[in-house]
Nanobody
Framework: QVKVVESGGGLVQAGGSLRLSCVVSGSTYSINTIGWYRQAPGKQRELVADISSGDSTNYADSVKGRFTVSRDNAKNTVYLQMNSLKPEDTAVYYC?????????????WGQGTQVTVSS
């Protein structure tokens, strides 16, 4: 069973930085994409950034140039480096693992980690 665990959230002032970590265990999927999503109060969950097993990355327009997603396969960990944080980045951040096997996608979510940016 795949397990996804996030860490690294917290309270930071505007302009500051945080690094989130997502550890994925139990995966046997060689083809996968790991993404960071966020959900602010009263809003829908949205994709922030993701990275494929081939190291292709994708970013939401609102975070381009400020956030960087990377992965360390030896540690089964994906990172989200967040710089120049803004109050509108405040949300619960979720890690999503999507594995592909025989053309079927299997999705797993972490429990989320709170990021609060004060003005």
């Amino acid at each position: 069973q795949v397990k996804v665990v996030e860490s690294g959230g917290g309270l930071v002032q505007a302009g500051g930085s945080l690094r989130l970590s997502c550890v994925v265990s139990g995966s046997t999927y060689s083809i996968n994409t790991i993404g960071w999503y966020r959900q602010a109060p009263g809003k829908q969950r949205e994709l922030v950034a993701d990275i494929s097993s081939g190291d292709s990355t994708n970013y939401a327009d609102s975070v381009k140039g400020r956030f960087t997603v990377s992965r360390d396969n030896a540690k089964n960990t994906v990172y989200l480096q967040m710089n120049s944080l803004k109050p509108e980045d405040t949300a619960v951040y979720y890690c999503n693992f999507q594995g592909v096997y025989r053309s079927l996608k299997h999705t797993y979510w972490g429990q989320g980690t709170q990021v609060t940016v004060s003005s």
